[in-house]
């Protein structure tokens, strides 16, 4: 994903400050990736690219382990994060539907995130409220019994809290120019 203005200088710093207080050995990797993911919220290519020429390991060994573990995201997390659990009772029941509907709203695949960094959607194991089958969880709030409509809704409830695209906004305020992800 490209990255915003400003963002190169901030990875950069955020890596050196983690390679300068950890070790560097390969038994040390993980626990720099963690480490460099708590600070940034993803691992950015060019972080792992980093850490993997300070390292002296292959940056491809780095890539790979980042992708093994589905505790790292690759992906910077949205403004808004959408979670669909596919826990058994959620999948039984329409939780793939909902992640599809999701797709196709927010024009991005599960993992990813969109490219003006709205929207980031991912799938998760239960989160324990299997009696409102099939669930999704919205900037950490439960929604139960999502249907496509109700993914409809949801999506325009975040268009109405002022992240719809200028050119489909309804409003009369004037542009402050503020905002842009882009
Ligand atoms: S399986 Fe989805 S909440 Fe339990």
């Avoid at 940034?40 to 491809?60: F, K, N, R, T, W």
């Avoid at 194991?125 to 409509?149: F, I, L, N, S």
Wanted: glycine residues 8%; hydrophobic residues 40%; negative net charge.
């Amino acid at each position: 994903m490209q990255l915003v203005e400003g963002e190169k200088e901030v990875i950069i710093a955020c890596v050196n400050e983690v390679l300068k207080e950890k070790e560097k050995t390969t038994e040390n990797l993980i626990p720099i990736l963690q480490n460099v993911q708590a600070r940034l919220g993803y691992l950015p290519s060019l972080a792992m690219e980093m850490i993997a020429a300070d390292l002296a390991v292959p940056a491809a060994d780095v890539f790979g382990l980042a992708t093994f573990y589905n505790q790292f995201r690759l992906s910077p997390p949205g403004k808004h994060q959408v979670k669909v659990c596919l826990g058994t009772a959620c999948y039984m029941v329409g939780g793939k539907i909902a992640l599809e509907s999701f797709e196709r709203r927010m024009e991005i695949r599960e993992g990813e995130t969109s490219v003006d960094r709205l929207y980031s959607l991912e799938r998760v194991a239960c989160v324990g409220c299997c009696t409102m089958a099939p669930v999704v969880v919205v900037d950490e709030v439960v929604e139960g019994k999502v249907t496509p409509t109700r993914v409809d809704g949801i999506m325009l409830a975040l268009q109405e809290n002022g992240d719809t695209k200028k050119s489909e906004m309804k409003t009369d305020l004037p542009d402050e120019g503020e905002g842009k992800n882009k």
